[in-house]
């Protein structure tokens, strides 16, 4: 019994699936945060392409 209980603390299996579910997360998390900050971005500029265009068709017609 005792074998198999020091068997056990020695398997470092468990804790390599631990450490890539992290990095996984962390990885999500950033790709997250850079895509929200890149979305505002580019509402905005689709909003001033969107104003310019309708300048532009006010003025030709």
């Known amino acids: 019994m005792l074998n198999k209980l020091l068997e056990f603390a020695k398997d ?7 450490e890539y579910g992290l990095i996984a997360a962390l ?3 950033a790709a997250i945060a850079a895509l929200r900050g890149m979305g505002e971005s580019l509402s905005n500029l689709f909003g001033v392409v969107s104003g310019e265009l309708s300048a532009a068709v006010i003025s030709a017609g």
């Open 27 to 29: 990885v999500s998390v």
């Open 12 to 18: 470092e299996s468990g804790a390599t699936a631990i």
